[in-house]
């Protein structure tokens, strides 16, 4: 995952946490004047399994336009074949991950039209 920028590192409150994940995990999206997607997330370096999916969503997401980003499967992670490897508790986890972050994307996207 790449560094928060400064308005976001160490800033916690400015972004949305995700509960229902085992760790302290946290998003914030952003879309810009093109329609492009901004995504960034804070969670502890001893949690390598969410810091992997957000990795992912990251690597997949950042720079997409809105509807790419919104089109993104629900369950892409178990397409991947990740329910086989990690736990349910993990993967209702990274579904809420996904979930709030298509709720900003939709949500950030409708007000930069």
Do not use: N
Request: net charge negative.
């Amino acid at each position: 995952m790449p560094p928060l920028p400064p308005d976001l590192d160490g800033h916690r409150e400015a972004m949305e946490q995700v509960v229902e994940c085992q760790t302290p995990f946290f998003l914030a999206t952003e879309v810009d004047e093109d329609r492009r997607v901004h995504v960034w997330f804070d969670c502890p370096k001893e949690a390598p399994t969410t810091r992997g999916f957000a990795g992912l969503l990251h690597e997949g997401l950042e720079g997409a336009t809105v509807e790419e980003a919104l089109d993104t499967p629900d369950d892409f992670y178990t397409r991947m074949g990740l329910a086989e490897a990690i736990s349910s508790l993990r993967l209702r986890g990274m579904g809420a991950i996904l979930a709030r972050l298509k709720r900003q994307v939709r949500e950030a996207g409708t007000t930069s039209s």
